[in-house]
């Protein structure tokens, strides 16, 4: 074992050496290009069928099926001047647990050693509903999705490093310009009652109840070749909503899709072009700006949430691609980062945070009005309701069965009537050692933090680092749900209206403030080029996860069919716009991720040779499963026929994998359909 691990470290420093040269030839020929920049985007999906989606934290939503797969989206930044890097992702998924940073930096590391760390690699959740959950390791964000399920992890760990070295390898020298501008016309503020909370002085400072800012910085190699982009706005990822059962990236996940799609992006190719539509402070505000949304379950394209989807994606799309045409503003020279944990249920906040004495943090608990959820997605509203500050009497007794809070507690959480003291179970149901981040990648400063901050919690954040770092207002940027996730963050006025927003607000009013204490610190610790405190390391809870997740026993099909087996043929002929609807005799989508692979492929017949010109990623497809019998099922695979289509002769070609039960193997079967004409 001895000698194995000298092996290992002898290894590792090697390719460190390796790593390090190629940096320096890079620099060299970087002389005149401010910035060594990569991009890379890779398949973090996870399971489509029958297990619970994360985001809404209803019992009976289950997956059945993809309208566009999920992906992570990775950005090296470094400088040839000092060496130092930074790693920003934003991956499509709900939120970002420590169970993932954790998973992330282990692999990283076995790899690259210390060149990728906690320290420089920030992470960040666009926050869709619509993706599968059993990713985490706290029992909180596990209890809907019935445990945690190791196929989910592993897919999105795996997809985010691997994006990760996609960016690494496509390093090349470059420089990144930056534009800003507002859109106005993507979100609502959905808890104004509490935004009013806020003082009038500091409200008369904006126009809007939600932050409208739109920051987009373009990356280029040095020839001027587009790289990649990423951009930071406001809205929340809910467009589809509580009765969607098909997997998407929602409103961000489809602006992306149209932006690499306009740069002819090759998500197959391990470097093209990268369009990441960060999430902010999104925290109070919902893109449903809309009189309706679907009555049943939103399964096919015809469904009205995949319709509000496609407008608001489409507006972010539209004001990104302006500013990308547009940026002509270099962000400047220098790369530079900071990061530290902070005990969240033990912080004494000084009075320069909470404008009078110095107050405490608390012991993690969830008020009543979080179990009424929000106007995006209501929880249980026959029996609490927003804005609750009443206990009731039935539900202290089973909260007290549970775990009973203390008096402290009580005191300290007012005036939150606690439904749930979840800090106080073993492990915590919620993590406490919470990360706060800040990059500096030239005149651009990006915090990451660990959960959703409101409107104007944000704006406090934008302001006190723009008075620290002395760059333009709209350079700073909040990463939203970054590193590890905690509920919400309302301004210490705004919790006092307990919404749900405050009831989510775990560790107390006095919240925000922490996390501006933490950031200032942070910042100075950068500006003085001092290293900062790493602040209390958060637990590896990777050994306290069970499920109760059924397993695939076994596929069938019926006697004379095979797997593949079309049940329904398409029609003989289409118009442009119509759609395809065919039916195929399926395995259980949870045998094979069909990672990079998909589940469907439309087909065109160019030349006497079939050609793939759409996969279950596009965005005019859907593939929904449906259990039938006992073992039996359909893959529904539908394609609405794009107004630019080529007449032609096409079919559409089905992918998937089967367990077959007398030996429990896993095996690989495909179907193709008739052909069909569109003329």
């Known amino acids: ?29 970087a002389a005149q290009s401010p910035f060594i920049i990569g991009a890379g985007i890779y398949d973090i999906t996870g399971a489509a069928a029958e297990i619970n989606m994360l985001g809404y934290a209803q019992l009976q939503q289950y997956a059945q099926g993809i309208h566009s797969r999920l992906w992570s989206r990775a950005f090296i930044i470094a400088s040839p001047d000092t060496g130092k890097r930074v790693v920003f992702v934003s991956a499509d998924l709900g939120m970002i647990f420590q169970s993932i940073k954790q998973g992330v930096i282990k692999e990283l590391q076995d790899q690259y050693g210390d060149l990728y760390n906690d320290k420089n690699v920030m992470i960040s959740a666009t926050h869709t509903h619509s993706g599968t959950g059993g990713y985490a390791f706290e029992h909180l964000y596990n209890f809907t999705i019935r445990g945690f399920y190791k196929k989910n992890y592993k897919a999105v760990v795996n997809g985010i490093v691997q994006s990760i070295i996609r960016a690494h390898q496509n390093l090349e020298p470059g420089n990144i310009y930056i534009e800003t501008s507002e859109l106005t016309n993507t979100s609502k503020n959905r808890s104004v009652s509490a935004y009013l909370k806020n003082p009038e002085e500091e409200r008369n400072q904006y126009e809007h109840d939600t932050d409208k800012s739109f920051t987009l910085i373009k990356l ?25 059962v098909l997997i998407s990236g929602d409103n961000k ?38 009189d309706s949304s679907s009555d049943g379950d939103c399964d096919k394209m015809t469904c009205l949430d995949i319709q509000h989807t496609f407008i608001i994606g489409e507006r972010q799309y539209r004001k990104a691609k302006e500013l990308f045409d547009a940026a002509n503003t270099p962000i400047g020279k220098g790369v530079d980062y900071r990061h530290q944990y902070l005990d969240m249920e033990n912080t004494s906040v000084g009075s320069e945070f909470t404008g009078g004495a110095e107050e405490h943090t608390c012991r993690a608990t969830l008020g009543y009005s979080f179990g009424a959820g929000t106007t995006d997605g209501p929880g249980l509203e026959i029996f609490f309701h927003q804005g609750q500050l009443e206990t009731d009497p039935f539900f202290v007794f089973i909260r007290d069965i549970i775990k009973q809070p203390t008096p402290s507690m009580i005191r300290c959480q007012q005036p939150k009537p606690i439904l749930l003291a979840v800090g106080l179970n073993e492990p915590a149901w919620v993590p406490h050692n919470m990360p706060v981040q800040i990059f500096k990648i030239g005149d651009l400063v990006i915090a990451g933090v660990p959960g959703e901050f409101t409107t104007m919690s944000g704006r406090r954040i934008k302001n006190l680092l723009h008075e620290a770092f002395l760059v333009p207002e709209k350079h700073v940027v909040i990463a939203g749900l970054s590193n590890s996730y905690a509920g919400y963050i309302t301004t210490p006025e705004e919790y006092m209206q307990q919404n749900y927003e405050g009831g989510f607000t775990v560790f107390g009013p006095w919240t925000l403030p922490a996390y501006l204490q933490g950031l200032k610190q942070i910042a100075l610790d950068m500006i003085y080029q001092r290293e900062s405190d790493p602040g209390p390391l958060p637990e590896d809870l990777s050994d306290h996860t069970g499920n109760i997740i059924p397993s695939v026993v076994f596929d069938d099909v019926p006697p004379t069919l095979n797997f593949g087996s079309v049940h329904l043929e398409p029609e ?36 006497g040779e079939w050609q793939t010109i759409a996969h279950d990623w596009d965005f005019n497809t859907v593939y929904r499963w449906e259990r039938i019998f006992i073992a039996y099922a359909y893959g529904h695979v539908y394609w609405k026929i794009p107004a630019d289509a080529i007449p032609g002769t096409y ?29």
């Open 1 to 29: 074992m001895t000698k194995a691990m000298t092996v290992l470290r002898i290894f590792l420093k090697l390719n460190k050496l390796f790593l390090s040269l190629i940096f320096i030839s890079l620099s060299c020929s």
């Open 220 to 244: 280029v190699n040095e020839k001027e070749e587009p790289i990649g982009t990423i951009n930071w706005h406001a809205v929340h990822g809910v467009s589809m909503s509580n009765k969607n």
């Open 253 to 290: 996940g489809y602006a992306s899709y149209l932006f690499e799609k306009s740069m002819q992006s090759d998500y197959l190719n391990p470097k093209t072009f990268v369009a990441a539509f960060a999430q902010a402070n999104e925290g109070d505000n919902s893109p449903n700006i809309f």
């Open 572 to 607: 003989e002929q289409y118009q442009r716009g119509e759609l395809v609807h065919v039916i195929f005799w399926a395995g259980h989508p949870r045998n094979n991720l069909e990672t990079m692979k998909g589940f469907l492929e439309v087909q065109r017949n160019a030349g």
């Open 651 to 679: 079919r559409i070609k089905h992918l998937g994998h089967y367990k077959y039960g007398w030996n429990q193997q896993i095996y690989p079967y495909e179907g193709i359909s008739k052909p069909f004409k569109v003329i």
